[in-house]
């Protein structure tokens, strides 16, 4: 337990998915240094989905990349400002204008499957000095045979650390253990991991991943982030200081940042409510939370049904369209409640 753990916080970018992409660069910049002054290493920013993600699709953000990481960029002097990259949606002309504004490292994210798709994206990033993470999202839609084929094709393009990416809060400990350690075993490279909160074991999670070797973890103030949210940073850290691992983070600093600067700017606590408990029941994209929900409204349905069927039809990010087609679907049907 003696070797460091990297943090990522990922309360300014997965974090905007609770508030639905609405921080100003102003918020993010007083957030982001404190994130800094605690220690945090890699302080991700930018609209929910990434690049380029602030569209009529995914919502549209308060203000553009470039505006919020110029702010970031200014008020952060330890810590190295990170973004997210979903090929698809960003691209290298993004990531190129993200470098012109401070960016130091960047996350290329992929559904399990499809790690041959961000091959360009992070050979790129790697040619203009990007610390550089392959983020293999929806982990628990394989088994730990599969993710290795896709984590040995990151490492392949010049990955400097591959992620174990619980996008739906679905897994449970023996899930993430047995993904970690498969890529301990298979890959020459840190492993990472990231939790989202939808069954309640984000925390539990992260020290399961750690046990069996990630080196890199992620955590939001508050929990901020889709669905249930992500592993609470503060709640996070305070636990690994206590089995013993080491951090580099101020425990004090994230607590007053989490308490006194996050908190207020909030519109609630982020909660497991029961659409964000069945996204883990049901292995559904955390960041359909808002969307089902709309899509309930719209047609009259339980979003609770709405998400068993997008988890029946192994529906994943991308394929956000098929939530009003399922809506429409099931408001159609007599029987509009969730069975279970």
Do not use: W
Request: aromatic letters at 6%.
């Amino acid at each position: 337990m003696t070797q460091k753990i990297t943090i990522t916080d990922s309360t300014l970018r997965d974090g905007m998915h609770t508030i639905r992409h609405q921080f100003t660069p102003a918020e993010m910049a007083e957030i982001a240094g404190a994130l800094d002054q605690a220690g945090v290493d890699l302080i991700e920013v930018g609209h929910g989905d990434g690049l380029a993600g602030s569209s009529f699709q995914y919502g549209f953000s308060r203000a553009t990349d470039v505006e919020y990481l110029k702010a970031v960029s200014e008020a952060v002097t330890n810590g190295r400002v990170t973004v997210l990259l979903l090929p698809g949606i960003g691209t290298i002309e993004d990531l190129q204008a993200a470098v012109a504004y401070g960016t130091k490292a960047v996350r290329v994210a992929t559904h399990i499957t499809e790690a041959d798709i961000s091959e360009q994206h992070i050979k790129y990033a790697k040619k203009e000095g990007l610390f550089t993470v392959g983020f293999l999202m929806m982990a628990h839609m394989e088994e730990p045979e599969r993710l290795v084929e896709q984590a040995k094709k990151m490492e392949s393009y010049g990955a400097d650390v591959v992620y174990v990416t619980d996008s739906a809060g679905a897994l449970l400990p023996d899930g993430v253990r047995a993904r970690v350690s498969a890529l301990r075993e298979a890959i020459h490279i840190p492993v990472g991991f990231h939790a989202h909160n939808n069954l309640g074991c984000a925390v539990g999670n992260t020290l399961a991943a750690l046990a069996e070797g990630a080196t890199f973890v992620d955590g939001s103030l508050r929990g901020m982030g889709a669905g249930a949210g992500n592993s609470q940073t503060e709640v996070m850290i305070a636990a690994m200081h206590k089995a013993g691992y080491q951090t580099g983070c101020d425990l004090g600093k994230l607590i007053h940042a989490a308490e006194n600067i996050v908190a207020p700017k909030m519109s609630g606590p982020q909660i497991i409510d029961s659409v964000a408990l069945i996204l883990g029941y049901a292995g559904v994209y955390s960041s359909f939370f808002l969307h089902a929900k709309r899509a309930a409204e719209q047609f009259g349905v339980d979003p609770l049904a709405i998400l068993v069927e997008l988890g029946k039809r192994r529906i994943v990010g991308g394929q956000e369209d098929q939530i009003i087609d399922v809506a429409y679907e099931l408001s159609q049907n007599t029987c509009k409640i969730a069975t279970l």
